[in-house]
């Protein structure tokens, strides 16, 4: 039997950690023999880079984000994500829909039928089921207070167009991933990103265990 592909995403508000534990939990599925392809959203191929630059620096409206980060995603899964869900891979992604709905969404405001019309379009017709919408098996959701976020980011580097974006702004983005995550309960795992990360890695670890898709004494971060 050919081994099952698993799609992982990481989600949260700026400034939450996420990206760090990726690399923690790509090395665990390889200890165990795994394939692991580690990408990203906005990007994840050359087209989809330069839309990603586009949406971080240059001034547009919600649809247009929206139609930017949706074409990506499409290009993202024909050519990256799916064919290694296809050879059995596991896909770490940093980011992916929910992002959309939390800011496109939540943050800008803009429709969330729409965007759910979008993600229909962008997300059916691949490979392994074409009828299907395609979206992460778990989506692990760093959950963290924005003004906690705005500490950890403040002095880092210099913002993008989002990290710009005033605190209402990022509140607005934690209620949009809450209303995702709701939505969808079984695919959501929710951590306390507030507390000190190897406790965030613990909370992890324990999601992966209890879905028995890392053995109960996986790789430490
Ligand atoms: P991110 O990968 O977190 O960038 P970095 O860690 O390098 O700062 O994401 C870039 C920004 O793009 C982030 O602020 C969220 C935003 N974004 C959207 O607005 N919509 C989307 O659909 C996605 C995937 C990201």
Redesign the pocket.
Known sequence: MPPTGLFISFEGI?GAGK?SHMDALAAAFRAQGRNVVCT????GTPLAEKL?AM??HDSMDALT?ALL?FAG?RDHLRTVIEPALVRGDVVLC????D??FA??GG?RGFDWQSLSLLERLAQTGLALQPDLMREPDLTLWFDLAPAVAAARLAGARSP?R??ALDQAFFERVAQGYARRAAEAPQRFAQLDAAQEREHVWLQLQAVLVQRGWLPAMGAAA
């Open positions: 700026d990206s990203r959203e906005p990007g990603r949406l971080l984000e980060v995603r940093d980011r992916f829909t992002a959309t800011y496109q943050g993008d989002f990290e």
